[in-house]
Structure formats: C-alpha cells, structure tokens
C-alpha cells in the first residue's frame, strides 16, 4: 500500500507570493492533518480534515487555509508568505473514525523556504 | 509555557545503552500519548501509543506514563546506530489536536 505523498518536496518563493502545498492520503484514509515542523517551536498543528469538512483547526492567522476533496486529497494554501513561514510542512493521514484514536500516517513533508 | 516540554539534546550515547527519553506536560486532561521517531528528510513515524497511564513495551522499546507526575518516558534497550534519529513525543485529549514535543536528536555511535 503507498503511503502519505506530498508535492512538491521542495519549494523556494519569496515574501509576499502565496504557495499551495498537495497531500494525498494512504488509500482508504479520510483523515488529513497538516502540521508546521521548525528548529524552534517543533511540530505545530495546522489543521484537520475529515470527509471534505475542517474538523479541528491549531493557532494559525487566517493566511494558512486549506481544503479537502471527495477523493480525500487535501490542498493547503499560504497566502502573502512571510520570512517566518519557512519550514517543513507535514501532511498525515489516518484510518476512518478520526485522527486522534488512530495513527497518523506521515508523508515526507515540503520543505519551503520563503527568501 | 510550553503545553509539552521536551529536551532537545543532542543525547549521544555508545551502541548497547539503555536510553531514557523524557516528556513533561501540563495539561491534566492529556489521555494519549505516543512516541514518534522522525529520520532526517522523513516523516515521522509512530513508534509507541499508549492510552492513560501504565507502561507499553515493544521489542525493544518500553513507553512510559506516569498521569500523576505528567511526565512519560521511552526507554530503548540495546541500543543501535539505526535508532540515531530525532524521537518525538506527542499528546491530546480525546477527539483534540496532537501536541508535540519540540523532539530529541539521539545519536548512537557504533
């Protein structure tokens, strides 16, 4: 079974450009969540989405969005890119029944630098 | 404040130790907890899961959770070279988000 991909891996853009980051979960999987990783602050949630619908939303200004299709791919956007946004960003996907009972399954994450 | 605390070493330790990683926490209604092992240029991936308090073990790795304290511990028997990696403890309360450690980089020296 494939597992959680992501694309791009690597991403270079600029402040003030937005860039959207593709999340495909392991087949099977409805649960998409999407977490932030910098030396600093470590693994920061981002956002859930279960069957299309945000189900749990972390501490991020409205500049991060995202969205979940029928096919239960899942897209997150960050829009007027700020130096600070530069980080590895991480998609993980679990079984049906909810992210938190289950495990998460983690993809290699995009690793975007904002210049 | 962190919610979750975590040293983030680097740990270097010689091939055949026993290593102690350690997780304090503040949040009293925390009810899972895991320990994630995260590879350079991977994603993490989960290594232990455990419900409420008590000790898990697997193979050679034993988690730890001690509610009362909130701390939780990974121990790792035997250590190897191929366990040098960054280990990460994470926590929620039921149907909530994942809260992570910051991690901790052990290094295993043959």
């Known amino acids: 079974k494939a597992g959680v991909t992501q694309t791009p891996r690597y991403l270079i853009k600029t402040r003030g450009q937005q860039v959207t980051l593709s999340c495909s979960p392991i087949?099977?999987?409805?649960?998409v969540s999407w977490y932030q990783q910098t030396p600093g602050q470590g693994l920061q949630f981002l956002f859930e989405?279960?069957?299309?619908?945000?189900?749990n939303k972390g501490n991020f200004p409205g500049r991060f969005s995202g969205r979940q299709f029928s096919n239960s791919r899942s897209e997150m956007n960050v829009s007027t890119l700020e130096l600070g946004d530069s980080a590895l960003y991480l998609c993980?996907?679990?079984?049906?029944?909810?992210?938190?009972?289950?495990?998460?399954?983690f993809g290699p994450g995009t690793r975007l630098t904002v210049l | 404040q962190k919610e979750v605390e975590q040293d983030p070493g680097p740990l270097s330790v010689p091939e055949g130790a026993i290593v102690s990683l350690n997780c304090t926490y503040s949040?009293?209604?925390?009810?899972?907890f895991m320990w994630y092992r995260q590879y350079s240029r991977k994603g993490p991936e989960l290594l232990m899961y455990?419900?409420?308090?008590g000790n898990k073990e697997d193979g050679r790795f034993t988690a730890q959770v001690d509610k009362s304290s909130k701390y939780i511990s990974l121990f790792i028997r035997d250590s190897q070279p191929s366990d040098s990696a960054t280990y990460l403890c994470?926590?929620?309360?039921?149907?909530?988000?994942?809260?992570f450690g910051t991690g901790t980089r052990l290094l295993v020296s043959p």
């Open positions: 993980a996907s679990s079984l049906p029944g909810g992210a938190i009972d289950n495990e998460q399954f």
């Open positions: 087949s099977g999987h409805r649960s």
């Open positions: 989405y279960f069957s299309e619908t945000q189900r």
């Open positions: 949040n009293s209604a925390f009810q899972y």
């Open positions: 455990t419900y409420s308090s």
């Open positions: 994470a926590m929620s309360e039921r149907f909530q988000k994942l809260v």
